[in-house]
């Protein structure tokens, strides 16, 4: 059949052709404006009296949490019981690939120290040079975020747990004095409201389906219990920023998150864990750049192909 230029532009595969320049190290330019700074058109200014350091240091923290939750995420993809649920956790891993691309994006641009110094010529935009050429000690994610997935009730779990908490920080990080995470909130409430809905609907089936379902559930919330408490430790960045209006105090939203969860756990029947805190070494968690092994395993997964290639262009 013969087919006409108009036919080939709307042929369903004829997307797969266009150079989308998804984030990926070295993405160039194109003429439609993708692969561009993702920041272009946004205020970038720095408000008036707040450190440029902390800013960045604090978008630094939450651009982390995204992407190394993302990564773990992207893992269960073709892994997931069901082809609904493999879609629901992928869609969730790009939410917050999308929150990390902007997040340390604006870091880089409140403090260029941040960001690593790659070989001269290096096409590396900055916000991917943060992610692929940092080492684990550089990251300051929350430890939830980068330990190795379990089962599906593990998975639940998690999601759970990290979006009833970066909800609580999100709603209220709306009203910063900063416009790049303020926008960057405004858009993630809608995001982060889907994945806590979304586990939080499994968590209850989980725990009302079979009794195997419901000890595998009640097993990973006993795994991933002793973090929860670290969500809501207040680092000193996070404290400055939440003092200069840019930033939230994670102390504060504890209520609001503690809330949300205890209304699951009561639809769910299933009571709250007692298992005690994990401790961190030294005193240092994941803010401060603490992590586990499993955190130095992904990156060097994860990084491989640009630190092996830092002239490349994709």
Known sequence: MHTTPEDEHDSAYSGLLVNDAHWAFGAAPVPDGHGEDPLAGVDTTIPDGVDAATLATYALMLGDDALVMSHRLSEWTSNAPDLEDDIALSNISLDLLGQARLLLARAAKADASVVPVLPEGSP????????????????????????????????????????????????????????????????????????????????????????????????????????????????????????AGVGVDPTSVREAAEGVL???????????????????????????????EPLGRMLAEMQSVARAHPLGQW
């Not at 747990?161 to 004095?177: C, D, K, M, V």
């Not at 994990?278 to 968690?285: A, Q």
């Open 262 to 292: 205890e209304q699951v756990l009561a639809a769910a029947d299933v009571p709250r864990p007692e298992a005690p805190r994990r401790v961190g070494v030294l005193g240092r968690t994941g803010r401060d750049g603490m992590h586990g």
């Open 124 to 243: 590396v935009p900055p916000e991917d040079a943060l992610a692929f050429f940092r080492e684990a000690q550089d990251f300051r994610n929350v430890r939830l975020a980068e330990l190795v997935n379990g089962d599906f009730a593990e998975a639940t779990v998690r999601v759970l747990l990290f979006s009833t908490w970066r909800l609580a920080i999100f709603e209220r990080l709306r009203a910063s004095r900063d416009h790049v995470l303020a926008a960057v909130a405004a858009k993630g409430v809608k995001e982060l409201a889907y994945h806590r809905d979304y586990s939080a609907r499994w968590f209850v089936t989980l725990a009302q389906g079979t009794d195997e379902s419901r000890r595998r559930l009640l097993a990973a919330l006993d795994l991933l219990w002793p973090l929860w408490p670290e969500l809501f430790d207040t680092h000193a960045f996070e404290a400055a920023a939440a003092a």
